[in-house]
Structure formats: C-alpha cells, structure tokens
C-alpha cells in the first residue's frame, strides 16, 4: 500500500485530526511516517523598518519544535516509525503548498496527508487552501482529513472515523489542472 507517509502539521486541531489518520494509515500499512511543519515568513516582517524578522522567525522554528515533539510522541506511543522534519518556505520562489510538495519529493512519499478547514464561500475565495492547492499541484496521492474528524462527535454511526474528503492520484488522473509531473 504505501510505504512513506508524509503529514503536513500547523499546530492546528485539524492538523491534530490528520496526524491521528497517519499514524494509523502508517500503522496499519506499516509505512515510515514523516510530520512535516513549514515555516512561512510573512514578506512583511522583512519590510518594517527597525524590526528584526528573526523575532518572528524563532517564534516559528519554537512553534515547530513544539509541534514535531508532540507528533514524534504520539508515533512512539502507536509504534510507528519515522521523524519529524521542518521545512521553510523559499522566500520569493514558493509557497506553502509548493514547499509541502518539494518535501515530500524530495523524502519520497508515496502519500501526503493534511488537514483541510472546509472553508466555503467568500472565505475561501479570500483566505485560499493550501490543501486545495496541494490536492490540484501534488504529483502523488493526497489524503484530505476535514475539520469535523477533530471534534470527538465525529464518527460515522458505523464506528469509521469521519477523516476522508478527498483522495487525489489512485485512480483516474484529473484531466483540468495538473501539473507536469
């Protein structure tokens, strides 16, 4: 089935929600797991005169030590294997969803998991997903976990987490936006 899993992670309770997922698609398909946390700096704190970006920036890299602790903890306790990594976007050249992407190019993962807000409307239009342009961009398959399966209410009555939206790369390829891979 798949052999690395590469999970994307903001500190988020959604990203809390597709971690839970991974570890258990890892566990289940006894896949390495990698928690990836991106760090983006806003262009505005390059821009403020006076201000010193590397202020925000070790905010970011102490946010991702928090979070990486968190996941590698609980893959321990489900006895799967792998490491957490954290990337930064190049400022200029990507965005977090092309940086998730590289990342999981470049470590090899068969599967990308995320957690998605389910954003509709005008604050989708105006906030964007970078789920969504993970799904449309990615070259492999990617696992979409909504914000419902974070709250413990969420279970199908049948006992199945309610965690899949969508999946993107298994069967048919999507013939309107891809991306040369």
Same mark, same amino acid.
């Given at each position: 089935?798949?052999?690395?899993?590469?999970?994307?992670?903001?500190?988020?309770?959604?990203?809390?929600?597709?971690?839970?997922?991974?570890?258990? #698609?890892?566990?289940?398909?006894?896949?390495?797991?990698?928690?990836?946390?991106?760090?983006?700096?806003?262009?505005?704190?390059?821009?403020?005169? =006076?201000?010193?970006?590397?202020?925000?920036?070790?905010?970011?890299?102490? !946010?991702? %030590?928090?979070?990486? *602790?968190?996941?590698?903890?609980?893959?321990?306790?489900?006895?799967?294997?792998? $490491?957490?990594? *954290?990337?930064?976007?190049? #400022?200029?050249?990507?965005?977090?969803?092309?940086?998730? !992407?590289? $990342?999981? $190019?470049?470590?090899?993962?068969? #599967?990308?998991?995320? =957690? *998605?807000?389910? %954003? %509709?409307g005008v604050r989708r239009l105006v906030l964007g997903s970078v789920a969504e342009r993970v799904l449309r961009s990615a070259c492999r398959p990617v696992l979409l976990v909504p914000a419902r399966a974070a709250a413990p209410e969420a279970k199908?009555?049948?006992?199945?987490?309610?965690?899949? *939206?969508?999946?993107?790369?298994?069967?048919?390829?999507?013939?309107?936006?891809?991306?040369?891979?």
């Amino acid at each position: 089935m798949f052999s690395r899993i590469l999970v994307a992670l903001d500190g988020s309770q959604t990203a809390s929600a597709a971690l839970d997922a991974a570890i258990q #698609l890892a566990r289940d398909s006894g896949a390495e797991l990698q928690p990836l946390y991106v760090i983006d700096m806003p262009v505005l704190a390059y821009d403020v005169p =006076g201000f010193d970006p590397s202020i925000v920036r070790d905010a970011y890299v102490e !946010e991702s %030590r928090t979070v990486s *602790t968190d996941a590698q903890a609980r893959m321990t306790r489900a006895g799967v294997k792998g $490491a957490s990594r *954290t990337a930064e976007v190049e #400022l200029g050249v990507e965005d977090i969803a092309q940086c998730i !992407e590289r $990342a999981a $190019a470049d470590w090899h993962a068969d #599967l990308i998991v995320m =957690g *998605t807000h389910g %954003r %509709r409307g005008v604050r989708r239009l105006v906030l964007g997903s970078v789920a969504e342009r993970v799904l449309r961009s990615a070259c492999r398959p990617v696992l979409l976990v909504p914000a419902r399966a974070a709250a413990p209410e969420a279970k199908a009555s049948d006992d199945r987490p309610a965690s899949v *939206t969508a999946c993107r790369g298994s069967s048919q390829p999507d013939q309107d936006s891809r991306v040369p891979c």
